[in-house]
């Protein structure tokens, strides 16, 4: 919990640049405006934008960006240093960076010897000449500077005296923040820790003093350094590659770091960068620094899921705070225990971080798993009654046979209301049929379904075509009842996963298939199991559009109820 004493930690989002490095991951300028004006939204002080001049879209996307400015967060333009053995003011790269028009601009410099010898292929002197006037030629020209040291903690293992000198020549020359980048991942946090401690004790030794804050934009969370700290301040970078980015960062804190840089979701090159969306809690609820504000940070679960879902990369189930399961219970002892009190098996409030609780349904579940999933759908079961034993005797029936409901909550509505009595009957499907046809130098193939349906007393016949034969039956389907149901047009299948049950019987093999489907507002998930994967599919088709068409006509009956 932060109060209003609570130490201030300035937090830098480099998603868009470091975090697009990830294989896999590519952004349009829509794409990273849409993420910019998001974290913005989320409160992130800085916003790496890119390198200008590195690409056509990076140069664009800050032009928009002048154009239409962020509400509160600073954007960052990202560059190195000038070349070797030539002069800031002709290295055309800087001149992008002017363009780029932000106030704050970050350069990342060598701190480590090898790669200023072997990479950069030039003496030590001049590497410190090309910090020295990267940074004196940017501030000259009225911009601030946030200093990356590259390769920091590698370097100041191997050549501590030089490593410093580099931090030393970026303070004379006007950086007003010294971020320390583990960027090949490999520190551990005790290493961490005594390396910070010693920067913060030397650059403490080397001064103090104003380097022209000047005037800045009024907000809350304004990313001004505080005046009572020593300047410059120490930021930290931190890559995964040792599965030690967020460890490390903490610990860097710990050790007087002022400033963390990461990625939302942990995006980034190799093994990824610091996961935003677990420091953010640990640092501010755990270590109790002032990150964002409390409203802000019921944002968080949201934020992740938005990054993902713009990127085209699916969110992590798992992951820590953020994630589906990490407020999932499956254990029939865990959901007693976190009924009568959330503390037994949860660290935190799932809705601080804008997350909830979910009681997960599987063979594994007792009793009263069975009651808290209910009653999280709104319904209320007695467990002095048969029904309730009858919906957890049929549940691990079913999942022996391989149905898995945990996955699929949507099929286990269903199942549940079945056993109640009280399933709606939107339709019937009395039959289909599917026919693929398959031509020999063709890549794609034709599948026409057709299928009969019962509708409120009317037999109805439909045909639909589709690249494949569950397309083709979910085109029929919906061609059968949207002039029955119209909302039906409105519904997506949105994922469609296969499992093999049963490898070892080959190509009869019983086949799981889990459906997901969407409404613009609502996702639910939908399985079937068969022999016959048409008919597994048919299944979770089905069985999508039946609870899509349950969620519509609940949203009407509480509507009407609240006029």
């Known amino acids: 919990m932060t109060t209003n004493s609570s130490p201030q930690l300035w937090l830098y989002d480099t998603t868009l640049r470091d975090g697009t490095q990830r294989e896999g991951l590519s952004v349009s300028i829509e794409d990273k405006l849409r993420i910019a004006r998001r974290l913005d939204q989320l409160g992130i002080p800085f916003i790496e934008g890119g390198w200008p001049g590195a690409n056509p879209k990076d140069v664009q996307f800050f032009w928009q960006l002048q154009e239409d400015p962020l509400k509160q967060a600073e954007i960052v333009a990202f560059c190195s240093t000038r070349r070797p053995n030539s002069t800031a003011t002709t290295e055309p790269m800087l001149q992008d960076i002017l363009a780029a028009g932000t106030r704050w601009v970050t350069i990342f410099g060598k701190s480590w010897d090898l790669h200023v010898t072997t990479g950069l292929k030039t003496t030590l002197e001049e590497n410190l000449a090309m910090i020295r006037d990267t940074i004196e030629y940017l501030r000259s020209q009225g911009r601030r500077i946030i200093y990356d040291a590259e390769h920091w903690f590698d370097g100041y293992k191997h050549n501590r005296d030089y490593a410093l000198q580099t931090l030393e020549v970026a303070i004379a020359a006007g950086a007003e923040w010294l971020v320390l980048c583990d960027t090949n991942g490999g520190t551990l946090p005790h290493e961490i820790s005594q390396i910070v401690q010693d920067v913060v004790e030397v650059t403490g030794k080397l001064g103090t003093g104003d380097w022209g804050l000047g005037s800045r934009k009024e907000s809350s969370q304004s990313p001004i350094p505080n005046p009572q700290f020593p300047m410059p301040q120490i930021g930290i970078h931190t890559h995964n590659d040792s599965e030690m980015a967020v460890a490390n960062a903490i610990a860097a804190v710990m050790a007087g770091a002022k400033m963390v840089q990461g990625t939302i979701n942990g995006y980034g090159e190799r093994c ?207 061609k059968a009842l949207v002039n029955f149901y119209p909302q039906i047009a409105t519904f997506d299948l949105t994922d469609y996963k296969v499992r093999i049950l049963d490898g070892h019987t080959g190509t009869a093999a019983k086949t799981r298939v889990l459906v997901e489907s969407g409404n613009g507002r609502q996702r639910w998930t939908t399985v079937g199991v068969s022999n016959n994967i048409l008919a597994a599919s048919y299944q979770a088709v089905v069985e999508g559009l039946e609870y899509g068409l349950l969620l519509h006509s609940q949203a009407l009956a509480a509507l009407k109820a609240s006029s």
């Open 272 to 478: 990824g960068n610091a996961n935003l969306c677990s420091l953010i809690p640990n640092l501010q609820l755990k270590a109790g620094y002032s990150c964002i504000t409390e409203d802000q940070l019921t944002q968080l679960t949201e934020a992740s899921r938005f990054v993902s879902e713009v990127v085209n990369l699916a969110p992590d189930e798992h992951a820590p705070f953020v994630g589906r399961s990490a407020f999932a219970h499956k254990g029939g002892i865990h959901v007693s225990a976190v009924e009568r009190n959330p503390l037994t098996y949860e660290h935190i409030q799932p809705e601080q971080v804008g997350n909830r609780r979910r009681i997960v349904i599987s063979e594994q579940s007792g009793l009263s798993n069975v009651l808290a999933k209910a009653r999280s759908f709104g319904i209320e079961l007695d467990q002095q009654k048969a029904e309730a034993r009858e919906i957890l005797q049929r549940l691990k029936d079913l999942e022996s046979e391989g149905f898995q409901f945990e996955a699929a909550e949507a099929s286990f509505v269903l199942l549940m209301h079945e056993a109640l009595g009280d399933r709606q009957k939107f339709f019937e499907v009395k039959g289909f049929q599917v026919h693929c046809d398959l031509i020999e130098g063709k890549e794609t193939s034709n599948a026409l379904a057709t299928v009969k349906v019962a509708v409120e007393g009317k037999n109805i016949l439909e045909a639909a075509e589709g690249n494949g034969p569950v397309a083709a039956l979910d085109a029929a389907l919906r």
